[in-house]
């Protein structure tokens, strides 16, 4: 309803837009300036920090690194996420005095393990959501795909860095000035069909090779103030 309420393909709305527009259309009352808002609980906040305390992780000073997502009830999105062997890349040329954490639902156990393969990452697939929110909203900075994690950061105005592919940033990235993107569209993106939904057969996920590594890397550290990468050597294949 909201999709054929709000506008028609290609018009260019950003999504969060498009829900303003819909419930001033609904409640009569003109839309406002677009916004996110998340409460963090008092308990769910204690949690968080206990968590953190447990690990030697101090706010603001870790970066959170969300490989998975793609994920909706009913539908499994692969090619919404970035290459794990691209993430890896980045996670041993962050500088070393800088924790990380790759964070992703149960779900999401096996691109998590995989990112974390013989680098320093903490693997964390096992906390609530609630928990992670509280958890993100603490970040240095937030490395992600296009998925909940990119919403949850930008809730709390966390430096956040999201990899766009099949999908479109203009119309999905929160338009908020704390929330970059990186895209590199080939002719055939973004393919995700915004009225419909769902993707067209594709064979080789050319979108997300195109986005290289060191490009992510030198955005990352841009953001969290760092601009001396560890200088290590790692094969892409």
């Known amino acids: 309803?909201?999709?054929?309420?709000?506008?028609?393909?290609?018009?260019?709305?950003?999504?969060?837009?498009?829900?303003?527009?819909?419930?001033?259309?609904?409640?009569?009352?003109?839309?406002?300036?677009?916004?996110?808002?998340?409460?963090?609980?008092?308990?769910?906040?204690?949690?968080?920090?206990?968590?953190?305390?447990?690990?030697?992780?101090?706010?603001?000073?870790?970066?959170?690194?969300?490989?998975?997502?793609?994920?909706?009830?009913?539908?499994?999105?692969?090619?919404?996420?970035?290459?794990?062997?691209?993430?890896?890349?980045?996670?041993?040329?962050?500088?070393?005095?800088?924790?990380?954490?790759?964070l992703g639902a149960d779900i999401d156990y096996a691109i998590v393990s995989e990112v974390c393969a013989a680098t320093r990452a903490i693997p964390v697939t096992q906390l609530p959501l609630e928990?992670?929110?509280?958890?993100?909203?603490?970040?240095?900075?937030?490395?992600?795909?296009?998925s909940v994690i990119m919403h949850l950061a930008a809730c709390f105005k966390i430096p956040t860095l999201a990899l766009f592919g099949p999908t479109n940033p203009y119309l999905l990235a929160p338009p908020f000035p704390w929330v970059h993107t990186l895209w590199e569209p080939v002719e055939c993106s973004p393919c995700y069909?915004?009225?419909?939904?769902?993707?067209?057969p594709c064979a080789d996920y050319r979108c997300q090779k195109n986005l290289a590594a060191e490009t992510v890397l030198r955005r990352l550290l841009d953001l969290t103030g760092s601009s001396?990468?560890?200088?290590?050597?790692?094969?892409?294949?």
């Not at 499994?76 to 980045?90: A, N, Q, S």
């Not at 928990?131 to 900075?141: D, G, K, T, Y």
């Not at 069909?193 to 067209?200: H, K, N, S, T």
């Open 1 to 102: 309803l909201h999709q054929w309420i709000t506008r028609h393909p290609g018009d260019g709305m950003p999504e969060i837009n498009s829900y303003e527009k819909l419930a001033g259309l609904l409640t009569g009352q003109p839309a406002t300036a677009p916004s996110y808002v998340y409460q963090i609980s008092q308990r769910d906040g204690e949690q968080a920090a206990a968590w953190l305390r447990q690990r030697q992780l101090l706010a603001g000073q870790f970066i959170v690194i969300a490989p998975g997502g793609g994920r909706n009830p009913g539908t499994d999105m692969p090619r919404k996420r970035w290459l794990p062997e691209r993430f890896r890349y980045v996670i041993d040329r962050i500088p070393s005095d800088i924790p990380v954490l790759v």
């Open 131 to 146: 928990i992670v929110a509280a958890v993100v909203a603490q970040a240095r900075a937030v490395l992600c795909n296009d």
């Open 193 to 200: 069909r915004q009225v419909l939904g769902g993707f067209p």
């Open 228 to 237: 001396d990468p560890k200088k290590t050597e790692i094969l892409l294949g």
